[in-house]
């Protein structure tokens, strides 16, 4: 019987057409996204008060998909969940340590006013509440609107209760009288009976309006907060398995924590004798030193994965490597913004 010889084309496009991509999820300590000066100390929260023109249901909710007006409402109820927002922002800044002091100011500093468009605070209100306050920052709430709407019950959802927020931020540097950030957060909370890990929680009733207003105020104010200082996030990365038996065990290594065993078994498919299984090996061994924290090696492999896609011209090699390489580059700015920040706060 005369043995088949396949040409190594057809071999290289099998393998590539059965290998599979994984993803792999790591935690990564990532700094503040808030543009501030590294410098600042002490911040100032303020609400602007400002409202767009279009803005006018304040005082209506959705019920059943019906615009409905709420009876009993507080009159300064915009004033009352800006409140909540502002503290909440506070209470986390300071909980993080990241400030030494916060000064909050009053919610009717400002008068309420309307326009179509939301204009920077002038410079010699920036001097004049910064001075007032000590503060060499300025965190400012320019706007706020919340909505509230009740869903009824049908017969595969329960009843719920949603709330959409809408909050733009700014940041003032009273140093430069100016704005360095302007930022839109929108936030949807929903209250439905089930928990975290999706179970109904029988009998369950979701909270009221004003109730849960108040609860996604304090929720908008929290999320902002969290770009003012470094937390750890998941994130999630890729690795590749081409169809041979080494792949599938560092694979298992890999999964396990054993990263220096799926390191020696990507190894063995670096060289370039390996043809383009050598490309995903070397981007396997990028990820895996990435996880070691070390950049620079991760670099270094990542870089020789993109010298051989390129010269196979593997399009799709090459796009899915140029992705990773853009996110160590974020990576590595930075860890070299977190030392930055860590040295300036030492004493």
């Known amino acids: 019987m005369k043995a ?96 030494e002091d916060i000064y909050i100011f009053p919610t009717n500093i400002f008068e309420r006013h309307t326009g179509e468009h939301l204009n920077n605070l002038p410079p010699d209100v920036i001097q004049h509440v910064s001075q007032a306050s000590e503060a060499d920052l300025l965190i400012v709430l320019e706007t706020f609107s ?6 009824p019950q ?83 990365r890729m690795y590749s398995v081409p169809p041979l038996p080494d792949f599938s065990d560092a694979a298992f290594y890999f999964e396990e924590g054993k990263w220096e065993q799926a390191i020696a078994l990507w190894q063995k498919y670096a060289d370039d004798s390996n043809g383009k299984m050598a490309i995903n090996a070397r981007y396997n061994l990028a990820l895996a030193y990435e996880l070691k924290d070390d950049l620079e090696t991760a670099q270094k492999w990542l870089t020789a994965a993109l010298d051989l896609a390129s010269r196979y011209k593997s399009r799709n090699d090459i796009k899915t490597i140029l992705t990773y390489q853009k996110i160590l580059d974020t990576r590595r700015k930075e860890l070299i913004k977190l030392s930055r920040n860590h040295n300036e706060n030492l004493p």
Request: hydrophobic share 35%.
């Open 154 to 236: 049908t017969f595969d959802t329960p009843k719920t209760n949603e709330v959409i927020t809408v909050a733009v931020w700014g940041i003032y540097d009273p140093a430069k009288k100016a704005n360095i950030e302007r930022k839109t957060m929108i936030d949807t909370v929903f209250w439905n009976g089930y928990d975290d890990e999706g179970n109904y929680r029988k009998g369950y009733t979701p909270p009221p309006r004003l109730t849960a207003l108040e609860l996604a105020s304090a929720l908008a104010g929290k999320n902002y907060a969290k770009r003012f200082y470094a937390t750890w996030q998941t994130v999630n």
């Open 4 to 99: 088949k010889v396949y040409p190594v084309f057809f071999i290289a496009l099998w393998l590539a057409s059965c290998t599979v991509y994984k993803e792999y999820p790591i935690e990564i300590y990532k700094p503040g996204e808030a543009n501030i000066p590294p410098s600042a100390k002490n911040a100032a929260v303020v609400y602007r008060n400002f409202k767009y023109q279009e803005d006018t249901l304040q005082h209506y909710y959705k019920n059943d998909f019906l615009l409905v007006k709420a009876k009993n409402d507080p009159e300064n109820l915009d004033s009352i969940l800006a409140t909540v927002c502002i503290n909440e922002l506070a209470t986390d800044l300071k909980n993080n340590n990241a400030y």
């Open 146 to 151: 919340s909505f509230f709407s009740s869903y």
